[in-house]
């Protein structure tokens, strides 16, 4: 079966860093994506790997290695606007977009 | 403008009636997703499509159909089959075969059934 795993919850202090990670289990891998979903609201695109290595904008990082099924998002210099639920997805040979469960991040002051 | 528009917004419905859920896109995009949110979960895929007239059911399909007459177009029924159908609906829309390229969220359905 597909399988996309992440924390479910972290927290971390305004001016941080903090990284959080994914691992996956898919039919093949067409891309891996990042994005950000503030409580009720749609999930908004923060990046994409398709290619091992690192991908930075900004204050927002992501890592890829296809040999070991995991990305990491990074993101420094926290905000209290970080807050928010932060979902891992994985397009597979078929197109299809699988999620995570998502990681819901907590800043503090 | 470009975009993706989910409707409506909010939606009540008794249990036992059928209700259908807006997915209109303006992006020329082939694949149309409907995911199912409950709170504090992520993001469970219901059917998607990757071509006019033609979808596939994803992880948990049971008690909803879809229709893709036209490219801009998919719509969702939540049926009296399905169960528990009270959640956070959110359509999606993105290329096919396309890489770097990411989906597009609409703005999301919240269905309550009393």
């Not at chain 1, 991908?55 to 890592?63: D, H, L, Q, T, W």
Request: proline share 4%.
């Amino acid at each position: 079966g597909q399988n996309i795993d992440q924390p479910t919850e972290m927290t971390a202090t305004e001016g941080a860093i903090v990284q959080i990670n994914c691992t996956y289990q898919t039919s093949g891998f067409n891309g891996l994506f990042w994005y950000q979903q503030h409580a009720g609201e749609a999930p908004t695109f923060l990046s994409y790997n398709v290619l091992d290595g690192l991908e930075e904008k900004g204050r927002f990082s992501s890592f890829l290695s296809r040999s070991k099924g995991y990305s990491y998002l990074l993101l420094k210099e926290l905000q209290m606007k970080d807050s928010a639920s932060y979902l891992c997805a994985v397009r597979d040979n078929t197109d299809k977009l699988i999620f995570g469960t998502g990681t819901r991040l907590q800043v503090f002051p | 403008d470009g975009g993706i528009t989910q409707s409506p917004k909010y939606l009540f419905r008794k249990e036992g009636q059928n209700v259908t859920l807006s997915c209109e896109q303006n992006l020329n995009h082939d694949a149309m997703y409907w995911y199912r949110q409950d709170p504090g979960q992520g993001l469970r895929l219901i059917y998607y499509s990757q071509i006019v007239n033609d979808f596939q059911k994803g992880d948990i399909a049971e008690g909803y159909s879809v229709s893709r007459e036209k490219k801009e177009s998919f719509p969702l029924t939540v049926t009296s089959a399905q169960k528990n159908p009270t959640a956070f609906y959110l359509c999606a829309s993105g290329p096919v075969g396309e890489v770097g390229t990411e989906a597009f969220f609409g703005q999301g359905t919240r269905l309550t059934v009393v």
